[in-house]
């Protein structure tokens, strides 16, 4: 009996690796995005059915916000979701550690998931949990091949807990620990053993390549373009005491211009992905945001255009 | 390298500031110091979310101050689940006994306290205040009810004949009772207004304030005896109203029954027990 019942769940685990509805590229129809607040309700509310529709404008939540019973916090998500795609961006399911905690938290995605239906769903390939607590930051996994297989068995419990496949996001990373192998390598190990997509973070490649030394390009052009199904871009701060040398993730300000080159260029490499324009902090007017959303949104119709004009040369020569 | 090991030292690290044992993962010793970035990560989220849910006890404190008593409580009671809404359960429980007179045995508290040269009769307040806090957060964030009595139901069960004492109901989930000074309650209504000090209630005796959540929006207010009586009654499970009408008419013999249930209407108090 106990035999028959190993056999069975293997067979389940079997049959959940395999049979994930993929969703990287679920975003494909998506075009620039951006960062939901509170504080632009109103605004995004207030938008006009033809601006509504205008290269299908989409939100980014937090997921984790919403893991409320109730009340005002999922009635304006849920207002936003009538006229919008939305994607939920989860930050603290700590795919890289402590898994026995992951089925609670799946828990609450899932039902998220269930009621809101969002488009993508995306986590950090980092770590956040250990013993029980929780340290609520992006906290960096060694690149080794231990770690490899933790971030490995946190995303398969993700991706089991929520039924479907998921992003998982490149961190921004102040110093380098020992490792095994380099950034992309690892991500890209990682999504070709569970099956999860990448979320390319521009931001944070730029400021690990400042911290770090790695070169920004050389790291796109190891990352499979059909393994990425959305991109983000954000602002960073200098360190107050380090300055320049230490650029920090903060979501507090504008777009960089570096960040904005870097952007063009993954697009060049990548193709029509989904762009989000992060912001959490220092947040400005809503019209502020939606100007740095049309910027994004032009490097992408720029993207399409020259993917337009290769098949148009393609079919000349052929 | 097994992770484990690195996992636990970096969360030895963040939670206590020694990096001894993560030091041996790091590959360049001049980077160490950068290190710093994610434990002030750590400390900055965990202080916003109790900002965030204890508004008017920052308020009352001032921000820095605030600030330095939190980070004492992230160094105690580190997040436990993977999110921060709703962080701070047990704050106000900890700002008692972080402020209270038995607690200044503790040095750090007692130079804080003495800082700022708070009475007693105000830690008893900011106690009360940071319940309050906390009371409407969870309000806020509680369960919505769709089986609320209304005022137009209400209206077809008396066409229909049916005895309105003789309904199961109970308070919707957003109903929320909370036992506090009665000074500390209008203090607490004086910084979420704005308001100055002036009006603030000169009474220091104890009450029952009831918070509870209508079209979005938190309300609050203090509870006359025989009041606190019929919530109860109503709070968290099911009863006859007729049940609830006695047990406030028992502490009042000139309980408005009436006025009260309206008034439960209006404010879509009562959820229907359905089987």
Same mark, same amino acid.
Not at chain 1, 108 to 134: M, N
Not at chain 2, 154 to 181: F, H, M, Y
């Given at each position: 009996?106990?035999?028959?019942?190993?056999?069975?769940?293997?067979?389940?685990?079997?049959?959940?690796?395999?049979?994930?509805?993929?969703?990287?590229?679920?975003?494909?129809?998506?075009?620039?995005?951006? %960062?939901?607040?509170?504080?632009?309700?109103? &605004?995004?509310?207030?938008?006009?059915?033809?601006?509504?529709?205008?290269?299908?404008?989409?939100?980014?939540?937090?997921?984790?916000?919403?893991?409320?019973?109730?009340?005002?916090?999922?009635?304006?998500?849920?207002?936003?979701?009538?006229?919008?795609?939305?994607?939920?961006?989860?930050?603290?399911?700590?795919?890289?550690?402590?898994?026995?905690?992951?089925?609670?938290?799946?828990?609450?995605?899932?039902?998220?998931?269930?009621?809101?239906?969002?488009?993508?769903?995306?986590?950090?390939?980092?770590?956040?949990?250990?013993?029980?607590?929780?340290?609520?930051?992006?906290?960096?996994?060694?690149?080794?091949? @231990?770690?490899?297989?933790?971030?490995?068995?946190?995303? @398969?419990?993700?991706?089991?807990?929520?039924?479907?496949?998921?992003?998982?996001?490149?961190?921004?990373?102040?110093?380098?620990?020992?490792? @095994? =192998?380099? +950034?992309?390598?690892?991500?890209?190990?990682?999504?070709?053993?569970?099956?999860?997509?990448?979320?390319?973070?521009?931001?944070?490649?730029?400021?690990?390549? /400042?911290?770090?030394?790695? &070169?920004?390009?050389?790291?796109?052009?190891?990352? *499979?373009?059909?393994?990425?199904?959305?991109?983000?871009?954000?602002?960073? &701060?200098?360190?107050?005491?380090?300055?320049?040398?230490?650029?920090?993730?903060?979501?507090?300000?504008?777009?960089?211009? *570096?960040?904005?080159?870097?952007?063009?260029?993954?697009?060049?490499?990548?193709?029509?992905?989904?762009?989000?324009?992060?912001?959490?902090?220092?947040?400005?007017?809503?019209?502020?945001?939606?100007?740095?959303?049309?910027?994004?949104?032009?490097?992408?119709?720029?993207?399409?255009?020259?993917?337009?004009?290769?098949?148009?040369?393609?079919?000349?020569?052929? | 390298?097994?992770?484990?090991?690195?996992?636990?030292?970096?969360?030895?690290?963040?939670?206590?500031?020694?990096?001894?044992?993560?030091?041996?993962?790091?590959?360049?010793?001049?980077?160490?110091?950068?290190?710093?970035?994610?434990?002030?990560?750590?400390? /900055?989220?965990?202080?916003?979310?109790?900002?965030?849910?204890?508004?008017?006890?920052?308020?009352?404190?001032?921000?820095?101050?605030?600030?330095?008593?939190?980070?004492?409580?992230?160094?105690?009671? *580190?997040?436990?689940?993977?999110?921060?809404?709703?962080? $701070?359960?047990?704050?106000?429980?900890?700002?008692?006994?972080?402020?209270?007179?038995? $607690?200044?045995?503790?040095? +750090?508290?007692?130079?804080?306290? /003495? %800082?700022?040269?708070?009475?007693?009769?105000?830690?008893?307040?900011?106690?009360?205040?940071?319940?309050? &806090?906390?009371?409407?957060?969870?309000?806020? =964030?509680?369960?919505? %009810?769709?089986?609320?009595?209304?005022?137009?139901?209400?209206?077809?069960?008396?066409?229909?004949?049916?005895?309105?004492?003789?309904?199961?109901?109970?308070?919707?989930? %957003?109903?929320?009772?909370?036992?506090?000074?009665?000074?500390?309650?209008?203090?607490?209504?004086?910084?979420?207004?704005?308001?100055?000090?002036?009006?603030?209630?000169?009474?220091?005796?104890?009450?029952?304030? =009831?918070?509870?959540?209508?079209?979005?929006?938190?309300?609050?207010?203090?509870?006359? *005896?025989?009041?606190?009586?019929? =919530?109860?009654?109503?709070?968290?499970?099911?009863?006859?109203?007729?049940?609830?009408?006695?047990?406030?008419?028992?502490? @009042?013999?000139?309980?408005?029954?009436?006025?009260?249930?309206?008034?439960?209407?209006?404010? +879509?108090?009562?959820?229907?027990?359905?089987?």
């Amino acid at each position: 009996m106990s035999q028959l019942s190993h056999l069975t769940e293997q067979v389940l685990l079997k049959v959940n690796n395999l049979h994930y509805p993929q969703h990287i590229h679920a975003g494909e129809h998506l075009g620039a995005g951006l %960062s939901l607040k509170p504080e632009h309700l109103d &605004d995004i509310l207030a938008l006009s059915l033809p601006q509504q529709s205008v290269n299908n404008l989409w939100f980014e939540v937090h997921t984790e916000n919403f893991f409320v019973e109730g009340g005002p916090r999922l009635n304006y998500l849920s207002a936003i979701r009538k006229n919008y795609n939305v994607s939920f961006h989860g930050v603290g399911g700590s795919l890289g550690s402590d898994h026995k905690a992951m089925a609670a938290h799946t828990k609450q995605v899932k039902a998220l998931i269930d009621k809101f239906q969002p488009s993508l769903v995306s986590e950090h390939a980092v770590w956040s949990k250990s013993q029980g607590k929780y340290f609520a930051d992006l906290l960096p996994l060694p690149r080794t091949q @231990d770690a490899l297989q933790s971030l490995i068995d946190g995303i @398969d419990c993700y991706q089991s807990g929520i039924g479907r496949s998921i992003l998982i996001e490149n961190p921004s990373n102040y110093l380098d620990f020992i490792s @095994d =192998m380099d +950034e992309p390598q690892f991500l890209v190990e990682a999504a070709k053993r569970t099956g999860c997509g990448l979320l390319i973070d521009i931001n944070n490649l730029y400021i690990s390549s /400042k911290n770090t030394g790695v &070169d920004a390009l050389n790291y796109l052009k190891q990352i *499979p373009s059909e393994l990425v199904g959305e991109i983000h871009i954000a602002g960073h &701060d200098e360190d107050p005491t380090l300055g320049q040398s230490l650029l920090i993730d903060s979501h507090a300000a504008a777009v960089a211009t *570096p960040v904005w080159k870097l952007l063009e260029q993954a697009l060049g490499l990548f193709g029509h992905v989904p762009v989000l324009v992060e912001r959490d902090a220092n947040i400005p007017s809503f019209n502020e945001l939606m100007n740095e959303r049309e910027t994004a949104q032009k490097y992408l119709n720029q993207c399409e255009m020259k993917h337009s004009h290769d098949i148009s040369l393609k079919e000349e020569r052929g | 390298m097994n992770t484990q090991e690195y996992i636990n030292a970096f969360a030895m690290y963040l939670r206590h500031g020694d990096s001894k044992n993560i030091e041996i993962f790091c590959e360049n010793p001049s980077h160490i110091n950068r290190l710093a970035v994610y434990r002030n990560g750590f400390y /900055k989220s965990c202080i916003d979310a109790l900002s965030a849910n204890f508004p008017m006890c920052e308020k009352k404190l001032l921000a820095e101050r605030f600030r330095e008593i939190a980070r004492h409580y992230v160094d105690l009671f *580190p997040p436990e689940q993977g999110t921060l809404v709703g962080y $701070g359960a047990n704050f106000p429980k900890f700002l008692e006994n972080f402020l209270s007179n038995t $607690g200044l045995n503790n040095k +750090e508290s007692l130079e804080l306290t /003495k %800082s700022r040269k708070i009475t007693s009769n105000s830690y008893a307040d900011l106690i009360n205040i940071a319940q309050l &806090d906390y009371a409407w957060l969870k309000s806020l =964030m509680s369960a919505d %009810s769709n089986k609320i009595l209304t005022i137009e139901y209400v209206t077809e069960l008396l066409e229909q004949g049916i005895e309105l004492t003789e309904l199961n109901v109970r308070l919707n989930p %957003s109903v929320l009772l909370v036992q506090v000074n009665e000074h500390a309650f209008s203090e607490w209504i004086s910084l979420k207004t704005n308001n100055s000090d002036n009006n603030l209630s000169k009474a220091t005796s104890t009450r029952f304030v =009831m918070l509870w959540r209508i079209q979005g929006t938190v309300q609050a207010r203090l509870l006359a *005896p025989a009041e606190v009586a019929l =919530m109860e009654t109503l709070l968290g499970k099911s009863s006859p109203l007729s049940e609830a009408f006695e047990a406030a008419i028992t502490i @009042d013999e000139n309980f408005d029954v009436s006025e009260a249930f309206t008034a439960c209407l209006q404010n +879509e108090l009562l959820e229907i027990q359905t089987n």
